[in-house]
């Protein structure tokens, strides 16, 4: 299991990131390579995606479990879950839990803080375990960054 974490002032309110965070059209541009996400219930959306994992493509299921806890002071912790099911089998999971603090200078800005961890399993990890750790590092950052981009 790997585990890490990040920050960043996202220029959009906490507000307008629960609501992106939420649209499976928003979330799938931000997921590389998935075209389109569909709601399975209020907590889930599920999709496919293609992309390359150093270099080796990968087609797979993916799939994404939202929550969010509301905070003190208009504060939220918004809870993500990524789990990609490779065709070749196994599957690797991704979960962060992304703080979420209105700017005090700036009402239409957001401290974002994660803390993050991935898990392979056993057949993955053997087969390109480094490479597909990073991929979900990268991955994960890039949505959390890329809601404050959304639009």
Do not use: Y
Request: proline share 4%; glycine share 6%.
């Amino acid at each position: 299991m790997a585990e890490f974490n990040g920050s960043s002032t996202l220029s959009r309110s906490v507000a307008q990131l629960l609501e992106t965070s939420e649209d499976p059209a928003a979330i799938a541009a931000l997921l590389p390579g998935c075209e389109a996400l569909h709601r399975t219930d209020a907590e889930h959306i599920e999709g496919r995606l293609a992309t390359e994992v150093a270099g080796i493509p990968v087609t797979a299921a993916v799939s994404v479990r939202r929550t969010v806890e509301a905070l003190a002071d208009g504060a939220a912790r918004l809870h993500l879950r990524l789990k990609v099911r490779p065709d070749i089998g196994g599957h690797a999971v991704v979960a962060a839990i992304i703080d979420l603090a209105p700017v005090a200078s700036d009402a239409s800005s957001t401290a974002a803080s994660w803390r993050a961890s991935s898990e392979l399993d056993p057949m993955l990890a053997v087969m390109a375990g480094q490479r597909v750790e990073e991929f979900l590092r990268a991955s994960m950052q890039r949505l959390i960054e890329g809601l404050g981009a959304a639009r």
